[in-house]
């Protein structure tokens, strides 16, 4: 068995520990060393020297990030600054943070804690999605907790280092979870998306210095601080620290939630979660949620990294790896992401709004098999649209026709085939 | 009606603990469907008073989030996923038998109000896949087969 330091100690029921049984497995002993023996900058120095990138999707480094926004608060002088933990977790496939939010409350916040530390925040705002409603209770009661130990609010452990923390509960749309737009919603705006630049560490909340981190990512931090930059290291298969939640989804037998080192390549992680269902063989999977390429069987040992699944041609998204068998048919799988990327679609730009539904009313078409050909090179004309040198406001659109354009390169001929009105390969 | 008069503290207090009155408008909507079962245009203005906002700009929230509901709703709301993973574990099948057991398609509400059903993006429940939020508490449930729906509806029949 290999180390799982950010979900061993959930209880198996999910039922959140309270403050005294936290504290005697441990919680809260990193913060404690920390605001006694690190400065603030020393801790930066351990997150970078560790290595953690940012899971919420795009593997920013971590480290990185809170130096910029060191610097940024610095030139922004006086005033508030704030900590955004991203808890919306709504892209297709991706169960991690839940997990993290319903059964260990408590390390989420202490990551938090240290984090603003470390780049000097006064406030920190986590914002948990409406489906979410076990994690919002197990949150707002640990918090409550947190105050009560005197471990939030002024003056801390006489360290002189004050801090504030509350929720903020969203309502059901998958925007909010980009980070501008994330920082709309706090102040009670429409949440659509901001031009960067200015960034968050600029201008975030109310125009202040912010950081934005997901869930996961804050977990991870209190076994850094604790244990050190080396052992995250260590953790790993790879050059990328730590231990990774990848969730297995689809077609397998046993659908989980698996803490493993990070690098585990899909093929070890398809075979912990029972293997093909069925003993059917495997067609295709998306590592990282529903806006990364499809992989296929040559992909089966890639170490699920940043690095090594974009080399594949993929991406590592949220690592959740949704896994289509030799039954279930591409098109109609596109399809419903598609819906979903169509739906949730904000509204603010034009190629985003309009084009998506689009698409998904051509895929529609194709999957019933009325589909044209003509409809495919509008498929085509719609990837080459939102590509790299994309047209549209933020990377919703990208992310949406990302499957779009690995699913018409690697799957063509069954794309033709529905043409003909038939799917080779589909169930029904 | 107007909202009670623990409604109406509880939307103050949000504005108190949310950074100011126009940050705690999606709460106080929130609050609203909690205590109402939805939005109703006359509870909207009326939060919008309470917390000194146009009512255009609250409701320019209370559209744009799915899960705020500007129109009266059944007893007992099924959030149900429409999501891959859980499509890929036959979801499509627990959908069709609970419109049939229902008679309502998405967005719809049973005649006698007991019911309604709608369709959701991806609920983070794929490893319980096909699943669905039930209830106020927005309760998470799965792995379904189209029986185990029916007999959850069924109870309320
Ligand atoms: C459309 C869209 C949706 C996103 N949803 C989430 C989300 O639900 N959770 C999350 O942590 N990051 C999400 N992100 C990424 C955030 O913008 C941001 O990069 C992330 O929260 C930073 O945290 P990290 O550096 O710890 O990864 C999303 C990005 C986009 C473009
Ligand atoms: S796809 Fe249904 S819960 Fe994730």
């Given at each position: 068995?290999?180390?799982?330091?950010?979900?061993?100690?959930?209880?198996?029921?999910?039922?959140?520990?309270?403050?005294?049984?936290?504290?005697?497995?441990?919680?809260?002993?990193?913060?404690?060393?920390?605001?006694?023996?690190?400065?603030?900058?020393?801790?930066?120095?351990?997150?970078?020297?560790?290595?953690?990138?940012?899971?919420?999707?795009?593997?920013?480094?971590?480290?990185?990030?809170?130096?910029?926004?060191?610097?940024?608060?610095?030139?922004?002088?006086?005033?508030?600054?704030?900590?955004?933990?991203?808890?919306?977790?709504?892209?297709?496939?991706?169960?991690?943070?839940?997990?993290?939010?319903?059964?260990?409350?408590?390390?989420?916040?202490?990551?938090?804690?240290?984090?603003?530390?470390?780049?000097?925040?006064?406030?920190?705002?986590?914002?948990?999605?409406?489906?979410?409603?076990?994690?919002?209770?197990?949150?707002?009661?640990?918090?409550?907790?947190?105050?009560?130990?005197?471990?939030?609010?002024?003056?801390?452990?006489?360290?002189?280092?004050?801090?504030?923390?509350?929720?903020?509960?969203?309502?059901?749309r998958y925007i909010v979870g980009e980070e501008t737009a994330l920082i709309a919603a706090i102040e009670g705006e429409r949440p659509v998306p901001r031009h960067r630049p200015p960034y968050p560490a600029q201008s975030g909340l109310w125009g202040r210095p912010t950081t934005v981190n997901n869930v996961e990512t804050l977990s991870?931090?209190?076994?850094?601080?604790?244990?050190?930059?080396?052992w995250f290291q260590k953790l790993s298969r790879t050059e990328e620290g730590g231990t990774k939640l990848y969730g297995i989804s689809g077609r397998v037998n046993r659908p989980q939630l698996i803490e493993a080192p990070m690098g585990t390549p899909a093929g070890e992680l398809i075979e912990m979660a029972g293997g093909i269902r069925d003993g059917r063989k495997l067609l295709a999977f998306q590592p990282g949620g529903g806006a990364t390429a499809f992989l296929q069987e040559a992909d089966l040992d890639v170490p699920?990294?940043?690095?090594?699944?974009?080399?594949?041609?993929?991406?590592?998204?949220?690592?959740?790896?949704?896994?289509?068998?030799?039954?279930?048919?591409p098109v109609a799988a596109i399809g419903r992401h598609a819906r979903f990327y169509a739906r949730e679609s904000c509204g603010l730009c034009t190629p985003c709004r309009d084009g998506l539904p689009w698409v998904a009313k051509l895929l529609d078409a194709l999957e019933a098999g009325h589909g044209t050909q003509q409809d495919i090179d509008l498929l085509h004309m719609h990837v080459e649209l939102a590509g790299p040198s994309g047209r549209s406001f933020c990377d919703l659109m990208a992310g949406a026709m990302t499957p779009v354009k690995s699913g018409l390169e690697r799957f063509g001929d069954i794309f033709a085939a529905h043409l003909k009105g038939h799917c080779p390969v589909g169930r029904s | 009606m107007t909202l009670s008069p623990q409604t109406t503290q509880a939307i103050r207090n949000a504005a108190d603990s949310h950074g100011g009155a126009k940050a705690?408008?999606?709460?106080?909507?929130?609050?609203?469907?909690?205590?109402?079962?939805?939005?109703?245009?006359?509870?909207?203005?009326?939060?919008a008073a309470k917390l000194g906002v146009s009512t255009a700009e609250i409701d320019s929230l209370a559209t744009f989030y799915s899960h705020i509901f500007r129109s009266p709703v059944g007893e007992?709301?099924?959030?149900?996923?429409?999501?891959?993973?859980?499509?890929?574990?036959?979801?499509?099948?627990?959908?069709?038998?609970?419109?049939?057991?229902?008679?309502?398609?998405?967005?719809?509400?049973?005649?006698?109000?007991?019911?309604?059903?709608?369709?959701?993006?991806?609920?983070?429940?794929?490893?319980?896949?096909?699943?669905?939020?039930?209830?106020?508490?927005?309760?998470?449930?799965g792995p379904l087969s189209a029986d185990d729906l029916t007999q959850l509806i069924g109870g309320g029949r």
């Open positions: 068995m290999s180390e799982t330091p950010l979900t061993g100690r959930a209880q198996p029921d999910r039922e959140p520990h309270r403050f005294a049984e936290w504290q005697r497995l441990g919680g809260y002993d990193a913060l404690r060393g920390a605001l006694k023996r690190h400065s603030p900058e020393a801790l930066v120095a351990i997150v970078e020297a560790s290595g953690l990138r940012g899971r919420g999707g795009a593997g920013f480094l971590t480290g990185t990030k809170w130096r910029l926004m060191r610097k940024a608060a610095e030139a922004a002088g006086e005033g508030p600054r704030y900590l955004c933990v991203n808890g919306d977790e709504m892209e297709p496939g991706s169960f991690k943070d839940r997990l993290l939010m319903e059964a260990l409350p408590h390390q989420l916040i202490e990551g938090a804690m240290l984090a603003a530390y470390a780049v000097g925040a006064t406030e920190v705002i986590i914002l948990v999605r409406d489906a979410y409603r076990a994690a919002a209770v197990a949150l707002t009661r640990a918090i409550t907790e947190a105050e009560s130990a005197g471990l939030l609010g002024r003056n801390i452990l006489g360290s002189g280092f004050g801090l504030k923390m509350r929720l903020h509960a969203s309502a059901g991870a931090v209190p076994h850094i601080v604790q244990n050190g930059a080396e699920m990294d940043f690095a090594h699944v974009k080399k594949a041609g993929s991406s590592l998204g949220t690592g959740a790896v949704i896994v289509l068998d030799d039954q279930s048919c | 705690a408008m999606l709460e106080a909507l929130k609050l609203v469907q909690a205590a109402e079962g939805y939005v109703s245009d006359a509870h909207l203005a009326e939060a007992t709301v099924i959030l149900l996923c429409d999501g891959l993973s859980c499509y890929l574990c036959g979801g499509d099948a627990v959908r069709d038998a609970v419109m049939q057991k229902l008679g309502i398609g998405f967005g719809e509400t049973t005649p006698d109000g007991k019911f309604t059903l709608i369709n959701v993006c991806c609920i983070g429940g794929c490893d319980v896949a096909p699943a669905a939020l039930v209830g106020p508490d927005r309760k998470l449930v």
